[in-house]
């Protein structure tokens, strides 16, 4: 069993910000990438920002700048995944989903999705 438990979400007003952090625990061999997706209301899930297991880092355009993706590693090869948000915008509302695709002992890789925190940008 694998689980990215999220936390951090909360309502914000806008030029606020935030700090979302997803902890993956479980029965993990390696972590090879996690990331942040968000979907608003009447939209499709999207990516974020990502990093690799080699600290590279992707961000989608909008939040290029004000957002940053970080991990710390932990014990058994888990980790946990930050995202500070800067700078935050009312577009920026929406829930937030951590992943992460992880080796199991099997030697197979699966992507896992968190339950999702709800972030709330206000004007």
């Known amino acids: 069993q694998v689980q990215l438990v999220e936390s951090g979400g909360d309502l914000v007003q806008a030029g606020g910000s935030l700090r979302l952090s997803c902890a993956a625990s479980g029965s993990i061999l390696s972590i090879r990438a996690m990331g942040w997706y968000r979907q608003a209301p009447g939209k499709q899930r999207e990516l974020v920002a990502s990093i690799t297991s080699e600290g590279s880092t992707n961000y989608a355009d909008s939040v290029k700048d004000r957002f940053t993706i970080s991990t710390i590693s932990r014990v058994n090869a888990k980790k946990t995944v930050y995202l500070q948000m800067n700078s935050l915008k009312p577009e920026d509302t929406g829930v937030y989903y951590c992943?992460?695709?992880?080796?199991?002992?099997?030697?197979?890789?699966?992507?896992?999705w968190g339950q999702g925190t709800q972030v709330t940008v206000s004007s």
């Open positions: 992943n992460a695709n992880i080796r199991r002992y099997s030697g197979s890789n699966y992507d896992y």
